[in-house]
Structures are given as structure tokens and as C-alpha cells.
């Protein structure tokens, strides 16, 4: 087991391995969708993915108790309007639990993620 991915490290940045194990998660994240029959036509229309994928490694290492800050939109406005189904929700969490695997993050850690994903579904689901 690797150091940055034990359930021991002080927090969950830590167990993902910190900016650089984040920013490799976000990477994958997103490639994921984009091969993902349910919801790539949906990610295939951003206009500026380095810069999405720039926000989602920041909101993913604040909202992991990392350093630095968050500059993108907040989880009820990026979404809104996009009128978002529960089964594009659940198989974007998939895409994020592969993700996790595809960079050996392991499954007590992945489970912690999953728990984090699933609380915001409210401000993603039909908004
Ligand atoms: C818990 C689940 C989710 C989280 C934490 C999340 C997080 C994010 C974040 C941080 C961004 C970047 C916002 C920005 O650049 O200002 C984003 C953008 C986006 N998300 Fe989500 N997302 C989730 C679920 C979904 C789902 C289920 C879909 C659709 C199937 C989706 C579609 C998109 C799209 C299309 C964008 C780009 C929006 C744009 O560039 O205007 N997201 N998301």
C-alpha cells in the first residue's frame, strides 16, 4: 500500500495522493465521460476543458481539506438547467470509482469518495 493511500494519512487529500494524485484523478475523470455512452455528449460541448479540468482538480483538493482555492462555479449553478438524470449521476460516479482504481487508489478510499459524490446529488439531480 502506498503511503499517499492509506486510510492513516491526516486527510482525504492526503489519501488521494495531494494536488498531483488529484489532478492525475481529474485527468482520468474526464476522459472516462468522454468515452462514456450515457454522458459524453454532455461533456463533448465544453468549450475550455483544460480549464474544467483545472477547476475540478481545485474543487476536488479544496473539498478534500487541500490547500489553494476553488475559482469555478459552485455545484447548483454549474448544473442548473442541464436537467440531469439520476442514472447520468450514478454513471458519472462509476466514471469517478474507475478513475480512482485506474490511479490505485484504494477501495476504503474510494468508498470515502463515493460518500463525498453521493451527498451532492441535490445540488446536481434535476436542478
Ligand atoms: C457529484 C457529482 C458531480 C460533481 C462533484 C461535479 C463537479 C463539477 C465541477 C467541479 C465542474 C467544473 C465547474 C466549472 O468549471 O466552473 C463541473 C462541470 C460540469 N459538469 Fe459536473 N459534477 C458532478 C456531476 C455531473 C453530472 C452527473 C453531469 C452530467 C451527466 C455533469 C456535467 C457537467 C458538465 C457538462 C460540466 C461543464 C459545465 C461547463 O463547462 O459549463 N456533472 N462539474
Known amino acids: 500500500m502506498s503511503e499517499t493511500n492509506t486510510t492513516t494519512a491526516s486527510t482525504l487529500y492526503d489519501r488521494l495522493g495531494r494536488r498531483d494524485g488529484i489532478a492525475r484523478i481529474a485527468r482520468e475523470l474526464i476522459k472516462n465521460h468522454l468515452a462514456n455512452p450515457l454522458v459524453k455528449t454532455r461533456f463533448a460541448q465544453i468549450q475550455d476543458m483544460d480549464q ?31 436537467n440531469i438524470s439520476e ?5 458519472v460516479l462509476d466514471d469517478a470509482m474507475a478513475a480512482l482504481e485506474t490511479c490505485g487508489v484504494e477501495a476504503p478510499v474510494r468508498h470515502e469518495v463515493l460518500g463525498v459524490l453521493w451527498s451532492m446529488k441535490a ?5
Open 52 to 82: 474544467t479540468e483545472r477547476n475540478v482538480t481545485d474543487f476536488f483538493c479544496v473539498g478534500s481539506g487541500g490547500p489553494g482555492s476553488y475559482a469555478g462555479k459552485d455545484m447548483l449553478n454549474t448544473h442548473r438547467g442541464m
Open 87 to 91: 442514472q447520468e449521476f450514478v454513471s
Open 123 to 127: 445540488e446536481v439531480v434535476r436542478v
